[in-house]
């Protein structure tokens, strides 16, 4: 049953808090083995779709399936093929970071786990840390052995809930070494993360969810090709100015420079043909293709 | 047992036991001063059974008074420490079933409070010499009452949003209904109104029937104690073991 199921297959799910519809009909799938991202802004719905996901919170309506099993159903099976690193940076203040791993694994079923722990350990640059209290980490270090503890069950599917809000730069790239590895190594990755250049390089495919509701769902490259345009940025020489046509259709960058917006190859072609004509000198040029942040900026606009 | 329940069980038990000094040591000693205060004022004056000196009377009032306290405790802090620090998402999002989280925090609690308790009985032993004339039935009422605190431990915890209304809980219910149950006194000592006031506490029947186990003497048949405390613990079991399959304040 579970070979030939989607890892996940979320269908009319609902959630609702008092006044607040938190899910409003989400419906989406997501297949073994890919890298997905869940994005939107602040109170859009990632982190309560990722709650129903876990058991942590109840759906009004519809269903989660994980790896072919239900959530509520058939819960243990579906909790033993998920891990989740949880947004909040929480931890259990009466234990080492050793013993955490070692009943993390026992609420598994899991006895005799310590290579995997050690293998995770080391992967995740805690070795030195494991007979450390958990009082005793920074941040950075209580934000891996999250990551540790979703993985101890060795789930193949893993949800990332922001892990890298507040992270160092070193360690996000370990981090994202490290969750690429997994996912090579088969494991189905959702990730949820307002850094939307890490999704944008990460993510096969792509949901944004705003106010509860799935406002896109497609493959990352089809969502940035569906914003074409792309933006010239010139840095104009001493005295120089645009031609009044071009002037009324530019903006000014906050490192000084000029950004048009432009369609086509062509109508960049005509740009320059037309700067050229002018005798419009400048000192530097480049031409932006659209990021994941303009198309996610643009989507929000106009599911407004 | 499930792999899980262990776990849970040995997490429980390993997280009061790396306190203990705040844990066990301190409500042992609590109960040694209540032991050396009351017996110096009372024990020549008081007889509460015939042949049974005050202090002798008070230490197993006083064992299953701790044992009861501590039991509470456990489940009760531990629940609430968890849902404040966030940290109780470990123990919900694995495949633990309501039945084995029940079952793990009343165990731990009863474990913490026959800890407890032994630890008083082996101090009070300097100060008296105790008979033992049923133990089975010591056995029984203090697991029982173990049970039952820790039951409402679970209920107290997991209702509890903040530190401030559990500790009304432990104050305003759990204290009152220890104190006046029986521990410090026999209740035919009381008026009326409050003898019978005594017998709706169903604190009181566990510490005269631990202390029947005893000296094989008590206000009220230990049958009868023993079918309170069971309804009592069967009802609060309920109570909490459908809290626990709703996921009441735990999963939203």
Redesign the interface.
């Known amino acids: 049953m579970a070979d030939s199921s989607p890892a996940l297959l979320i269908e009319g799910v609902c959630k609702r808090?008092g006044s607040l519809q938190a899910l409003d009909h989400v419906s989406l799938q997501v297949a073994p083995g890919e890298f997905f991202g869940l994005l939107g802004p602040n109170g859009a719905g990632k982190t309560t779709l990722i709650?129903a996901m876990?058991?942590?919170?109840?759906p009004d309506a519809g269903s989660i399936r994980v790896m072919g099993h239900d959530t509520v159903a058939d819960?243990?099976?579906a909790?033993?093929n998920?891990g989740?690193v949880?947004q909040?940076l929480?931890?259990?203040?009466?234990?080492t970071v050793r013993?955490t791993l070692r009943?993390?694994?026992?609420?598994?079923?899991?006895?005799g786990n310590d290579d995997w722990i050690d293998e995770i350990l080391a992967r995740l640059d805690l070795t030195a840390k494991a007979d450390s209290n958990m009082r005793a980490l920074s941040g950075g270090m209580k934000r891996r052995v999250l990551v540790a503890?979703a993985l101890v069950?060795r789930p193949p599917v893993i949800v990332l809930d922001e892990p890298t809000a507040g992270v160092d730069v070193e360690l996000r790239q370990g981090l994202w070494a490290f969750v690429r590895d997994l996912n090579r190594q088969g494991h189905t990755i959702v990730l949820t993360t307002h850094y939307l250049e890490e999704a944008e390089s990460l993510c096969g495919r792509i949901a944004m969810l705003k106010q509860g509701r799935v406002i896109a769902l497609e493959r990352t490259a089809d969502l940035l090709a569906r914003r074409m345009q792309q933006t010239l940025r010139l840095r104009l020489g001493q005295g120089a100015a645009l031609p009044p046509e071009l002037r009324a259709r530019a903006r000014a960058t906050p490192d000084g420079r000029i950004a048009l917006t432009v369609d086509s190859a062509d109508e960049v072609a005509a740009c320059l043909a037309r700067l050229h004509a002018e005798g419009v000198l400048f000192d530097d040029i480049e031409l932006a293709k659209p990021a994941l942040e303009d198309v996610f900026i643009a989507m929000m606009q106009e599911a407004a | 047992m499930s792999p899980a329940l262990r776990t849970l069980l040995y997490k429980e038990l390993l997280r009061f036991w790396k306190v203990g000094f705040q844990t066990v040591g301190a409500p042992v000693l609590t109960a040694l001063l209540y032991l050396l205060v009351f017996s110096h004022v009372l024990d020549r004056t008081v007889e509460v059974y015939g042949g049974v000196s005050y202090t002798a009377f008070l230490v197993p009032g006083l064992v299953m008074m701790s044992l009861l306290q501590n039991a509470f405790a456990n489940s009760s802090s531990s629940l609430i420490q968890s849902k404040v620090t966030g940290n109780i998402v470990f123990v919900l999002l694995p495949p633990i079933s309501y039945r084995e989280f029940f079952a793990a925090y009343v165990l731990a609690a009863v474990i913490r409070g026959l800890v407890v308790g032994a630890g008083v009985w082996a101090v009070t032993l300097f100060f008296v010499d105790l008979p033992y004339a049923h133990p089975g039935w010591i056995l029984l009422f203090a697991v029982l009452g173990g049970a039952l605190l820790a039951s409402l431990g679970i209920i107290a915890g997991i209702w509890a949003d903040k530190f401030d209304q559990l500790a009304a809980f432990q104050n305003f219910i759990v204290m009152p209904l220890t104190f006046l149950s029986g521990v410090f006194y026999s209740i035919h000592t009381l008026p009326d109104f409050w003898l019978a006031v005594s017998h709706l506490n169903p604190f009181f029947y566990m510490i005269d029937g631990f202390r029947y186990g005893f000296f094989g003497q008590s206000d009220v048949s230990p049958w009868v104690s023993a079918l309170v405390a069971g309804g009592s613990f069967a009802v609060l079991a309920g109570i909490t073991l459908n809290m626990l399959a709703r996921g009441y304040k735990l999963r939203s």
């Open positions: 808090f709650s876990a058991g942590l919170s109840r819960y243990r099976a909790r033993r998920l989740v949880p909040e929480v931890f259990d203040p009466f234990f013993e009943i993390q694994s026992g609420y598994y079923g899991l006895r503890q069950h």
